[in-house]
């Protein structure tokens, strides 16, 4: 059984600086599609960033050039680095893991196992 725990959630002025974690239990990270997603309040899930078993990265136009994914295959472990922080990305943050290798379209129902959230909250 596959688990993801996030960490690394908390409030943080506009234009401040946070990284979540995520640790995977039980899957491999290093050869596996992971992602970050999140949801405010009253939306849809949305997703933030995926990173492939290569290395290839994506990420979603609202975060791109403040946002990082990143990983350590030692630590099994999953990161997002955010910068530049805006109150509209007040949300839980989600890690979820998919059981390929690659991330297909990224999208929410291509991924088989997800995490608790952290939440993430900026005021400006």
């Known amino acids: 059984q596959v688990q993801l725990v996030e960490s690394g959630g908390g409030s943080v002025q506009a234009a401040g600086s946070l990284t979540l974690s995520c640790e995977v239990d039980?899957?491999?990270?290093?050869?596996?599609?992971m992602g970050w997603f999140r949801q405010a309040p009253g939306k849809e899930r949305e997703g933030v960033a995926t990173?492939?078993?290569?290395?290839?990265?994506t990420y979603a136009d609202s975060v791109k050039g403040r946002f990082t994914i990143s990983r350590d295959n030692a630590k099994n472990t999953l990161y997002l680095k955010m910068t530049s922080l805006k109150p509209e990305d007040t949300a839980t943050y989600f890690c979820?893991?998919?059981?390929?290798?690659?991330?297909?379209?990224?999208?929410?129902?291509?991924?088989?196992?997800w995490g608790q959230g952290t939440q993430v909250t900026v005021s400006s």
């Open positions: 039980g899957g491999n990270v290093e050869i596996a599609c």
């Open positions: 990173s492939d078993r290569w290395g290839t990265t």
């Open positions: 979820a893991r998919r059981d390929s290798w690659s991330c297909g379209s990224g999208k929410r129902s291509d991924f088989h196992y």
